[in-house]
């Protein structure tokens, strides 16, 4: 379900989306809480979900790296060589650990990064299922 035609409640498509600059939602909203914030988990975490699920990036993949980021840190998850599988998503998601890892303080930084990454993951099923049941009927 990518196609330029479906739009968020808010009137943006996926394309709008999924030009949005990632890595500078992640550090605004990680540094701060509030509008940032909600930028990051509304729009930053769809139009992410949406750049992978044009690469054809499982939800597991997602999901599991969120688990890697909450076990070893992001920064650790951004040295990793491929945190997602693929050439062009893992050099996209690498950018995005390496910018939170500039902003992630401690703890609590690892778990809030941990905790976008498995809102894309829950996204990216969510647009699984219902691009699946769109094109089923």
Known sequence: MTSAAQASP?????????QSD??????????FAGPHRTALFGDGAVGAAV??????IQPRAVAFLAKVVRSGGVRYAAELRE??????????????????????DGVDGDEETARWLEALAE???????????????
């Open 83 to 104: 945190p997602v599988p693929g050439d062009e998503a893992a050099s996209m998601v690498r950018a995005w650990l390496e910018s939170a890892a500039t902003i992630a």
């Open 10 to 18: 808010l009137g943006r498509t996926d394309d709008e989306l999924a």
């Open 22 to 31: 990632i890595p500078a939602m992640l550090r605004y909203g990680l540094s």
């Open 123 to 137: 996204l990216r099923s969510l647009r699984r299922v219902h691009g699946s049941r769109v094109a089923g009927g």
């Open 51 to 56: 750049l992978l699920d044009r690469l054809g």
